[in-house]
């Protein structure tokens, strides 16, 4: 299995200040189209996860502009701008290159300091 | 918009065999790939099963491999995951989303206990 690495696994932040979660892979995560199938989620508390960012750094609708995904091959990050109370919740990310299975990260918790 | 509604989770013994439902609407159903996710109480996400959407092409992650069986109905806009052998391992949240490399939307999720 491709294990999914994130750190830190609790980020303390305080409001608008920016966070950083880490997301490494133990293989390359370019699949053979070319696309590299890294995605980013958020799940809040009593919630199911809902994604943010696919393909990297490609931000789904509703999404601000305040999240940003970047990196390739192996080692990705999700950067939150200006952190909001309602960003709060554990963020994983996931892979979606090599089958089987498709794993995810242990997640991220981020709460406001 | 896009809903996916799952149903049929509860309380099985050990050995025991549930049969999870999911509806969905507000996207045309037979044009996607659908997938079983769960997660553990307290734990992270663990991919279950995913199937195509003609139904000619499924998989199944190795933990649950022989025991789940995923199945869709087009003409109902609906997804399904028989299990069988249950384990105590198995009891989770079971969410079905949408997609298979990048699920976009994902339902609100059944509980599933198994315990004796």
């Known amino acids: 299995d491709v294990v999914m690495t994130q750190s830190p696994l609790y980020l303390p932040v305080t409001l608008g200040q920016t966070a950083s979660i880490s997301c490494r892979s133990s293989?390359?995560?370019?699949?053979?189209?070319?696309?590299?199938?890294l995605n980013w989620f958020r799940q809040r508390p009593g919630q199911s996860p809902r994604r943010l960012i696919y393909?990297?750094?490609n931000r789904d609708s509703g999404v601000p502009d305040r999240f940003s995904g970047s990196g390739s091959g192996t080692d990705f990050t999700l950067k939150i701008s200006r952190v909001e109370a309602e960003d709060v919740g554990v963020y994983y990310c996931?892979?979606?290159?090599?089958?089987?299975?498709?794993?995810f990260g242990q997640g991220t918790k981020l709460e406001i300091k | 918009q896009v809903q996916l509604v799952e149903s049929g989770g509860g309380l099985v013994k050990p050995g025991g065999s549930l049969r999870l439902s999911c509806a969905a609407s507000?996207?045309?159903?037979?044009?996607?790939?659908m997938s079983w996710i769960r997660q553990a109480p307290g734990k992270g996400l663990e991919w279950v099963s995913f199937?195509?959407?003609?139904?000619?092409?499924?998989n199944d992650a190795d933990s649950v491999k022989g025991r789940f069986t995923i199945s869709r109905d087009n003409a109902k806009n609906s997804l399904y995951l028989q299990m069988n052998s249950l384990r105590a391992e198995d009891t989770a949240v079971y969410y079905c989303?949408?997609?298979?490399?990048?699920?976009?939307?994902w339902g609100q999720g059944t509980l599933v206990t198994v315990s004796s």
């Open positions: 989303a949408r997609g298979t490399r990048e699920p976009d939307y």
């Open positions: 507000g996207f045309t159903f037979s044009d996607f790939y």
């Open positions: 199937i195509s959407s003609s139904s000619s092409y499924r």
């Open positions: 293989q390359s995560l370019v699949y053979s189209d070319g696309n590299t199938y």
């Open positions: 393909k990297i750094s």
């Open positions: 996931m892979q979606g290159t090599h089958w089987p299975p498709y794993t």
